[in-house]
């Protein structure tokens, strides 16, 4: 190769923000529900971090007001949910407080979500509360 051809470059893949449908985020939110029926954190295992990271990248996509501090429990639960070593309590706490913040977004939500939102509010502080036993 000539010294003085010029380096290839990657070219740098754009920032295309995660476009979610209603059907998308309806689905997302039966998927939540119907595992955290069937789990608690203790004993969700990987598929618990994998709903985690999930719920995170829609709400990242997400232009809706007041989700900061959702986006932030998640993120620090699923860094407590990667230590096999963190106390039970610091997981319900924070489970408690996202079922709280969950339930402000539910009163909000119009449409179909009202709901499913308050079911999901509902179930995040039972599990907080179970942990916290």
Known sequence: MDSTATTPQTPATPAVPLAVSDQQNTALLDDTLTFLTASTPTNSGPQGRAEIERWAAVLTASTRPGLAKIKQELNLLNNLLADAKTPA???????A???AETAKVAEDAGGDYSGPLGNLSKLLIRAGSTLSR
């Open 89 to 95: 309590h610091d997981i319900a706490a924070i489970l």
């Open 97 to 99: 407080s996202l079922g």
